[in-house]
């Protein structure tokens, strides 16, 4: 068997594409409504907290200069030595929060 030719394979959708408003069904058209009065958003208390942490912790660096410091002299006195099993906690950990 040979395929000669790939044809595009949205092109029977392209002939129903709805590109504005006016395009739209009757029935539809008529929900569509416009205006500040149509749109409206409200934030809980936690949802304000978690917008607040959001914003802090995108302003951070998130580099602990006090941490780093405290590692750097460790790691110059030959005194630094990490747990690998608190490693591989860790990035077990991680994968988990990531994954699922």
Known sequence: MAITSIGNPLAGYEAHRLSTETDLPEAARSKVQHGPET??????????????????????????????????????AGTYSPSHRDIATALVRHDLDLWG
């Open 39 to 76: 749109d409206r958003v409200s934030l809980s208390e936690e949802g304000r907290r978690q917008a607040a942490i959001l914003a802090a912790a995108s302003s951070s660096d998130g580099v602990r200069a006090d941490k780093v410091a405290d590692l750097k002299a460790q790691m110059a």
